[in-house]
Nanobody, 117 residues
Framework: QVQVVESGGGLVQPGGSLRLSCAASGEVSSIHGMGWYRQAPGKQRELVAGITSDGSMTNYADSVKGRFTISTDNAKNTVTLQMNSLKSEDTAVYYC??????????WGKGTRVTVSS
């Protein structure tokens, strides 16, 4: 089992920045990669950014490329999403997911990000 806990959400003005953190615990050696997803009201959950467990590969949604950066600290079993130049359309609940090599991904409970003036 793997436990995933997000932190760092909040209210920010357009153009501002936020940093989200995701801490994984438990059987972390089984994790192949981790990712950040988001779900805005009335919309489906979508992938924002993903990273392999060794940090060698990343991928981003087109809507956040150049603005968001995902990184991993294996020593701390954490994944960070640095979000810059935030827009109102980035408003959503952000979820962290840990994908094991075998089986279904583990999900956190989410952290809310609101971009508003």
């Amino acid at each position: 089992q793997v436990q995933v806990v997000e932190s760092g959400g909040g209210l920010v003005q357009p153009g501002g920045s936020l940093r989200l953190s995701c801490a994984a615990s438990g059987e972390v050696s089984s994790i192949h990669g981790m990712g950040w997803y988001r779900q805005a009201p009335g919309k489906q959950r979508e992938l924002v950014a993903g990273i392999t467990s060794d940090g060698s590969m990343t991928n981003y949604a087109d809507s956040v490329k150049g603005r968001f950066t995902i990184s991993t600290d294996n020593a701390k079993n954490t994944v960070t999403l640095q979000m810059n130049s935030l827009k109102s359309e980035d408003t959503a609940v952000y979820y962290c997911s840990a994908a094991p090599r075998i089986g279904s991904p583990y999900w956190g409970k989410g952290t809310r990000v609101t971009v508003s003036s």
